[in-house]
Nanobody
């Protein structure tokens, strides 16, 4: 059964770090592009990062240099390391499969996703 399950969210102070993880089941992550999007209350969904099956990673401009996406084929998981967090990063973060291999963060269209994990950045 196809499933994506996120974990690792929480409350962190500005400047802090969190590491999100997404466990996939029912399929092999290594065969697909996989990424993360976030949604804050009252705001549109925003693609944060995507990594294709060649290992090339793409990032939303506002998170470049702060977030790092990685994939572990042995555990069938994808992670998002988030550093230097700001209140603007507060949102529910979803692990998601795009409809097509990701080549940038402008055209990526996510079709299936997990239930999400809440990230709150606040002092």
């Amino acid at each position: 059964q196809f499933q994506l399950v996120e974990s690792g969210g929480g409350l962190v102070q500005p400047g802090g770090s969190l590491r999100l993880s997404c466990a996939a089941s029912g399929f092999s992550l290594g065969s697909y592009s996989i990424g993360w999007f976030r949604q804050a209350p009252g705001k549109e969904r925003e693609g944060v990062s995507c990594i294709n099956n060649s290992g090339t990673a793409y990032y939303l401009d506002s998170v470049k240099g702060r977030f790092t996406i990685s994939r572990d084929s042995a555990t069938n998981t994808v992670s998002l390391q988030m550093n230097s967090l700001t209140p603007e990063d507060t949102a529910v973060y979803h692990c998601a499969l795009p409809w097509a291999p990701c080549t940038n963060m402008v055209d990526v269209d996510f079709g299936s996703w997990g239930q999400g994990t809440q990230v709150t950045v606040s002092s």
